[in-house]
């Protein structure tokens, strides 16, 4: 049984990758698909409980490399018991947000380096890599916008404040941004760059394009 694909989707928060994400799922649905979906961190019974110490605003502080070290516990937990077992019986696997996250968020925005990132994912990860990764990339001013209304919006209905992250300064999402540039800049074969202020149906129509593409290369391969 061939491996499945294992497709991953990246950006600051606020940049529409959760709607592009429920699109691609319901674009493969269409297609006679059953992708695996899932989200980092969270995805799993426990990695919803590493999700809530993480994303608390009224938490206790959190050390970086704690921090770091909640983030890759997350991921082993997920690969064990998620994204592994989808792959190796031949599932298409889409993640919200992986080790690319990392290197963004920790690695640029908390200024632990890419280095300690890479270590930490040769570790726990192995050799598991996205097939093929969509980094959405609107503005900065654009994606804290939003940002910003979404986590009003959740904490009037629901009581929760999820905010930690995006209580950040903007230098530090500056950081995380840059950090994600760099990324796609380094592996533009994995990285599919999406830019600017585009419409949901403009970021849609690239990100069905990339996916239709990295596709039919995997078929012609096999
Ligand atoms: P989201 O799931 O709503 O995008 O939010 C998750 C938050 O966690 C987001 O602010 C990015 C952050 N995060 C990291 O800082 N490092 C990571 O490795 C991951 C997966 C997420």
């Given at each position: ?176 941004w840059q950090k994600y540039r760099e990324i796609a800049e380094r592996e533009p074969e994995r990285v599919i760059l999406i830019e600017g202020n ?25």
């Amino acid at each position: 049984m061939p491996r499945g694909l294992f497709i991953t989707l990246e950006g600051l928060d606020g940049s529409g990758k959760t709607t592009q994400l429920q699109r691609l799922a319901a674009w493969m649905q269409k297609r006679g698909m059953d992708p695996v979906i899932t989200r980092q961190p969270g995805g799993t019974a426990t990695g919803d409980r590493i999700r809530a110490l993480l994303l608390d605003a009224g938490s206790t502080p959190i050390a970086p490399m704690a921090e770091l070290a909640l983030m890759f516990a997350d991921r082993a937990q997920a690969i064990q018991e998620v994204i592994e077992p989808a792959l190796a019986a031949g599932k298409t696997v889409v993640c919200d947000r992986f080790t690319d996250s990392t290197e963004a968020y920790q690695g640029g925005g908390r200024q632990l380096g890419s280095e300690v990132v890479t270590q930490m994912h040769t570790l726990i990860c192995g050799e598991l890599k996205p097939d093929l990764t969509l980094l959405l990339l609107p503005s900065l001013e654009a994606s804290l916008a939003r940002a910003r209304r979404r986590n009003d919006r959740t904490t009037q209905e629901t009581g929760t404040n999820e905010s930690r992250f995006e209580q950040e300064k903007k230098d530090f999402y500056k950081r995380v941004w840059q950090k994600y540039r760099e990324i796609a800049e380094r592996e533009p074969e994995r990285v599919i760059l999406i830019e600017g202020n585009l419409t949901i149906d403009e970021a849609h129509e690239q990100i069905i394009e990339a996916v239709s593409e990295r596709m039919m290369a995997l078929r012609a391969k096999s």
